[in-house]
């Protein structure tokens, strides 16, 4: 007893002892001890970057095409859609619990063909939409004499709102024909993605079939011609189950030049229609509310674009679904109440993450614009270099020698299009990565369960009610 009181008296004898040598050597100005691991700290972000790898980020090639992709908010809204929906919502929704394996096929096909149809009619539908939007913007700069009574004349604030009101508000009208074409999609999804064991399951039934058709025809003549007969069977049910894809879905990078004419031919024709937009006393009411008010109000405006064109399509998405032949009977109810509980979600779901977001997007632009703007003036003469063919253009002549002229003319063009590009980084792409990530992955995910639980408890299934029809019969 009196030994371990004793190495009790020891052992916190030590302790003391080194915890005053520790506080010593630490406050003693010429201890030479390594104290570097006093810099790390933990506390803070983990995302908070070091100036040098900020800009890097911020002037690097990928950042720059993502700043450009937010002038174009449908095509922004089809990129974000098209990672969303053909990768991560189908598998999510392929390992939810709490849902029938069928519906969360249709589920994860209707994500899939949304994603697919949704980016490929941006490219084709509302590029060349954009591409008009921009040629009247720029011709309402540089040409006095052009819409001279339009709100967008000298005015950057109602330039930028107008270009996401006019790039976009054809969504309304349009998206119609986009839903209705998700739909008619969704066949060819289920039988690409997730009808292999189906199929397997039919060619096993027709080599049954072949094997009970020759035990039972003994004549040889017909057993040379059922085989044959089934052949065409197998071969027509094949063909009406794989859909064959003709021709491209991209274009590769050499046809990009090409692509990018036939956007400016298809864009001629709609430019008199943006200028007409452009001089809309309606139009210019809303797009100088979206403008001039504050964040929260403009974050508004833009969810009202967003949620409106959701909910035709939705309306579309419903009535297609129940109409068409192709999906089963028993899954259409179900499908179409995913639909529903998809937009309602969305509506309030995509203004409240918006907000939530904004402040980081307000910052990110900030440090775009502050990073970009030091590398241009750190390496004017090389950058006005690389785009002189873009002066030549706009110039209409040769220019033959780098001067401070031309260099300052560069700067300007440079300067406005970061204001541009940050404006779009600051409240066009948070309204539709919000909306996206909102309407796109996380409510159609909550929807999948929700809606076979409608099923079970609310809408009555096509075979129960046969079946009961049946029983009183």
């Known amino acids: 007893m009196i030994i371990q009181q004793k190495n009790n008296l020891e052992r916190n004898q030590f302790h003391r002892d080194k ?17 570097s691991h006093k810099d790390i700290n933990f506390s803070g972000s983990p995302f908070k970057m070091s100036d040098a790898a900020k800009r890097k980020l911020y002037t690097s090639r990928g950042f720059g095409k993502f700043a450009k992709l937010t002038a174009n908010p449908v095509l922004l809204d089809a990129a974000v859609v098209l990672g969303l929906t053909c990768l991560l919502r189908p598998i999510v929704i392929a390992n939810m619990p709490g849902a029938e394996k ?18 490929i009619t941006a490219v084709i539908m509302f590029n060349p939409i954009n591409t008009a939007v921009k040629n009247v913007c720029n011709k309402a700069k540089k040409d006095p004499n052009y819409l001279k009574n339009s709100f967008i004349k000298n005015k950057p604030k109602n330039t930028d709102a107008f270009n996401f009101v006019a790039s976009y508000g054809p969504k309304l009208v349009l998206q119609p024909l986009v839903a209705a074409g998700t739909i008619a999609l969704i066949p060819a999804m289920m039988n690409i993605f997730f009808n292999k064991d189906q199929k397997a399951a039919e060619k096993e039934k027709l080599k049954e079939q072949k094997e009970t058709v020759k035990t039972q025809t003994p004549d040889i003549k017909k057993q040379q011609k059922t085989p044959d007969a089934f052949k065409e069977i197998e071969s027509s049910t094949n063909q009406s189950h794989q859909p064959q894809f003709k021709g491209k879905i991209t274009p590769n990078d050499k046809d990009l030049s090409f692509l990018e004419k036939i956007i400016h031919k298809l864009a001629k024709p709609i430019e008199p229609l943006i200028e007409k937009m452009a001089q809309n006393k309606h139009i210019k009411k809303f797009s100088e509310s979206m403008a001039n008010g504050n964040s929260e109000k403009s974050s508004l405006m833009r969810n009202i674009l967003t949620t409106g064109q959701a909910l035709t399509g939705t309306l579309v998405y419903i009535t297609a679904t129940m109409k068409n032949k192709k999906i089963e009977e028993d899954r259409k109810q179900t499908l179409a109440a995913n639909q529903l509980i998809t937009w309602s979600g969305s509506a309030i779901g995509a203004f409240i993450l918006n907000n939530a977001i904004q402040k980081g997007f307000n910052k990110i632009a900030a440090d775009y614009k502050k990073y970009n703007i030091e590398n241009l003036e750190n390496n004017l003469e090389k950058i006005t270099k690389e785009k002189l063919p873009s002066l030549e253009k706009i110039e209409k002549r040769k220019i033959t ?16 299009k ?3 590009r940050a404006n779009g980084i600051a409240k066009t792409a948070p309204t539709m990565i919000a909306f996206a990530f909102i309407y796109r992955f996380l409510t159609p995910i909550i929807a999948t369960p929700l809606a076979d639980l409608a099923k079970k408890h609310l809408i009555k299934e096509p075979e129960k009610v046969k079946s009961k029809n049946l029983a009183k019969a």
């Open 19 to 35: 915890f005053k040598f520790e506080n010593q050597t630490q406050n003693d100005p010429t201890n030479k001890m390594d104290h």
């Open 418 to 420: 970061l204001e541009f």
């Open 102 to 119: 069928r519906d969360k096929q249709y589920a994860a096909a209707h994500s899939i063909a949304s994603g697919l149809w949704g980016y």
């Open 401 to 416: 020698q780098v001067t401070p002229e031309i260099m300052e003319k560069v700067k300007k063009l440079q300067l406005e």
